[in-house]
């Protein structure tokens, strides 16, 4: 892997600078590094072991240490993303996106992948590494089904009242949470969202298309529309008999979508649009 000379010059002066506070042990790089797939466009992911009985100082000193190890221009934690021990920053320039995860060396076996361990102290990461497996959790289909129709009914919901740019949100929440997991996972790809659809789900790149929707009721019905026969074709091609499908709650959901479809082409004076019908 060829690595871009600002993530690979920040990397060698932050190793360096972080070996000199003896209260961490280790510094691993994840994310795309981590899977060969680094380009100019990459974050730079560092996972930093810290001692357990250091771990709450270093937390409070997260700012301070950011700082110290380049050119700084701003930083915050990561709870908007679930994971509150990440300190987020920009450095440069040039620009560079840099993410500081900051793990008890005793939490290190809990991972979703296995990162390149670029400096460590008295084996401390290696160690851990060898005791444990990354675990990335999978799509859990049950979990989705349980919740697709009763999602389809809000978004439905939202463009009959005419909350466009909620409803064009909504069903980007449906690809990232739901439909961009299935198909990765179908193909033999990690359920990352909507990560790299282009590249790993080809095939299906029209479908996906299809859920964009414009600040438009009939726009925005028919990115609804196109979620659903997208969830109903990935589900069928992933779904065991152990899935319980909420056949109910699918069959009313859907006839509910259709009339909003119809009552907002009702509303624009607009004949309804003449695709198929989902059930």
Not at 62 to 79: H, K, N, V, W, Y
Request: some cysteine; glycine content about 8%.
């Amino acid at each position: 892997m060829t690595v871009p000379e600002p993530h690979r010059r920040f990397l060698d002066s932050a190793v360096a600078r972080l070996k000199a506070d003896e209260r961490l042990l280790g510094v691993a790089v994840a994310g795309s590094w981590n899977t060969g797939e680094m380009d100019r466009f990459s974050d730079l992911d560092l996972v930093i072991a810290v001692a357990d009985d250091a771990f709450d100082a270093v937390m409070l000193e997260r700012p301070g240490i950011a700082r110290g190890l380049g050119d700084f221009l701003s930083g915050f934690t990561g709870e908007h993303v679930g994971e509150p021990r990440v300190f987020i920053c920009l450095y440069g320039p040039p620009l560079l996106h840099v993410d500081l995860k900051f793990v008890r060396i005793s939490d290190f076996h809990d991972r979703v992948e296995d990162p390149e361990v670029v400096w460590e102290r008295g084996g401390a990461l290696t160690g851990m590494l060898s005791r444990s497996r990354a675990h990335w959790p999978p799509a859990n289909l049950q979990w989705i089904e349980d919740r697709f129709w009763t999602w389809i009914h809000y978004g439905a919901c939202k463009v009959g009242r005419g909350e466009l740019f909620e409803a064009i949100d909504f069903v980007a929440f449906l690809r990232t949470t739901v439909l961009g997991p299935l198909a990765l996972t179908a193909r033999g790809h990690l359920p990352r969202g909507v990560r790299k659809l282009e590249s790993n789900v080809p095939e299906l790149l029209e479908q996906f298309v299809g859920t964009l929707a414009t600040h438009d009721a009939s726009s925005c019905t028919g990115a609804l529309e196109q979620a659903v026969r997208l969830y109903r074709q990935l589900r069928d091609e992933l779904a065991d008999a152990s899935v319980e499908r909420r056949v109910a709650a699918e069959r009313h959901a859907v006839a509910f979508l259709d009339d909003i479809r119809a009552e907002t082409a009702r509303a624009t004076r607009a004949p309804a649009p003449s695709s198929r019908r989902l059930d």
